[in-house]
């Protein structure tokens, strides 16, 4: 069984198992599910990195730099940045764009680390990628995922001379879980946080209005049900957020998802239609949660987006146009 095909056997086991759950709303079960989804994504992460070489020599990494309180030790990151290379033609002694990559796994599980191989993938491309930790339900509950995201966007910011950094150049990419806190922090307006020239969010929940009213699957995350706490699921929902003067967003979503369903990404693209705010969404065929993840053409038109509105005279560019 190769690499693909492994892919899409964990999606089909990973489906089937949650099925179930949602079948019988157990106490307890959420936790259940999520380490098994934390635990098929590192077996699907690790498909790919044995056929995806990433060019290491490419890039430099530094580990668990901290971005907010030396005492709690989520506040971690990984910074990724290109390498000095001598003939290249794009010099990296220029301050560089920058992306800060927020990791998957319901708000409850997962690590920087599953985010390795895209950062570095967008890194060699020129890019300097902060992967971050965050603090995880339910031990803190949401919104404490939120602000470490936001404590992560301000650090950089602060520290972008320091890193080469153009503070005016940042984006977000999240996946998932990830890919809802990107999509907040691209919607949502916060005079203390700076706002991301452009977001990509795959796989994301953007309605949590649309989770079974008495259902159980988010009360470790957010203190309750969505009956007992309609306003906060509501807050929380991206889709609520979305206005006219909002960042370009990418979006992508596997058109077999059953864990997230792609209703989320298409009723987001509708609501970003009607706020005429610029975005593109990709349909990835045939697959399901963890397979789109892992869709490695899928994710090098997500950097190609960030090429667009964070360096419109990248090489990179597949399609040879420019923003200019």
Same mark, same amino acid.
């Given at each position: 069984?190769?690499?693909?095909?492994? #892919?899409?056997?964990?999606? !089909?086991? =990973?489906?089937? !198992?949650? +099925?179930?759950?949602?079948? =019988?709303?157990?106490?307890?079960?959420?936790?259940?599910?999520?380490?098994?989804? !934390?635990?098929?994504?590192?077996?699907?992460?690790?498909? /790919? $990195? =044995?056929?995806?070489?990433?060019?290491?020599?490419?890039?430099?990494?530094?580990? &668990?730099?901290?971005?907010?309180? *030396?005492? *709690?030790?989520?506040?971690?990151?990984?910074?990724? $940045?290109?390498?000095?290379? %001598? +003939?290249?033609?794009?010099?990296?002694? *220029?301050?560089?764009?920058?992306?800060?990559?927020? @990791?998957?796994?319901?708000?409850?599980? +997962?690590?920087?680390?599953?985010?390795?191989? @895209?950062?570095?993938?967008?890194?060699?491309?020129?890019?300097? #990628?902060?992967?971050? &930790?965050?603090?995880?339900?339910?031990?803190?509950?949401?919104?404490?995922?939120?602000?470490?995201?936001?404590?992560?966007?301000?650090?950089?910011?602060?520290?972008?001379?320091?890193?080469?950094?153009?503070?005016?150049?940042?984006?977000?990419?999240?996946?998932? /879980?990830?890919?809802?806190?990107? /999509?907040?922090?691209?919607? *949502?307006?916060?005079?203390?946080?700076? %706002?991301? #020239? =452009?977001?990509?969010?795959?796989?994301?929940?953007?309605?949590?209005? $649309?989770?079974?009213?008495?259902?159980?699957?988010?009360?470790?995350?957010?203190?309750?049900?969505?009956?007992?706490?309609?306003?906060?699921?509501?807050?929380?929902?991206?889709?609520?957020?979305?206005?006219?003067?909002?960042?370009?967003?990418?979006?992508?979503? +596997?058109?077999?998802?059953?864990?997230?369903?792609?209703? &989320?990404?298409?009723?987001?693209?509708? $609501?970003?239609?009607?706020?005429?705010?610029?975005?593109?969404? #990709?349909?990835?065929?045939?697959?399901? @949660?963890?397979?789109?993840?892992?869709?490695?053409?899928?994710?090098?038109?997500?950097?190609?987006?960030?090429?667009?509105?964070?360096?419109?005279?990248?090489?990179?560019?597949?399609?040879?146009?420019?923003?200019?």
């Amino acid at each position: 069984m190769d690499g693909t095909w492994n #892919v899409y056997y964990i999606d !089909f086991c =990973a489906l089937t !198992f949650v +099925g179930s759950v949602n079948d =019988a709303e157990k106490p307890g079960m959420p936790k259940r599910v999520s380490y098994l989804l !934390f635990s098929l994504l590192w077996v699907s992460v690790g498909s /790919a $990195r =044995a056929g995806e070489p990433v060019f290491p020599a490419l890039v430099s990494v530094d580990r &668990n730099v901290i971005y907010g309180s *030396e005492q *709690e030790l989520m506040h971690r990151a990984d910074i990724y $940045r290109p390498r000095s290379i %001598r +003939g290249s033609t794009e010099s990296v002694k *220029e301050p560089l764009p920058a992306v800060v990559f927020i @990791h998957g796994g319901a708000w409850t599980l +997962g690590d920087k680390l599953n985010d390795a191989v @895209h950062a570095k993938k967008l890194a060699a491309r020129g890019y300097c #990628v902060l992967s971050i &930790n965050y603090r995880l339900a339910p031990k803190y509950r949401f919104p404490a995922q939120l602000e470490d995201c936001k404590l992560a966007l301000q650090w950089l910011a602060a520290n972008a001379d320091l890193l080469g950094v153009d503070s005016k150049r940042i984006g977000i990419w999240g996946y998932s /879980a990830g890919g809802h806190l990107s /999509a907040l922090l691209a919607l *949502e307006a916060d005079a203390s946080t700076p %706002r991301p #020239v =452009a977001c990509v969010s795959g796989g994301a929940p953007f309605d949590l209005t $649309r989770f079974p009213p008495d259902t159980q699957t988010l009360s470790g995350v957010f203190g309750g049900t969505p009956r007992s706490l309609p306003d906060v699921y509501r807050k929380a929902s991206p889709i609520v957020h979305v206005s006219e003067d909002d960042p370009p967003m990418f979006l992508f979503h +596997g058109s077999k998802d059953w864990l997230v369903s792609d209703e &989320n990404s298409n009723a987001m693209k509708q $609501r970003l239609e009607e706020a005429k705010v610029a975005f593109e969404y #990709v349909s990835v065929p045939n697959k399901g @949660h963890l397979a789109t993840f892992v869709d490695m053409e899928t994710v090098e038109r997500s950097f190609d987006f960030f090429d667009l509105y964070l360096r419109p005279d990248s090489a990179w560019r597949r399609d040879g146009s420019s923003s200019k």
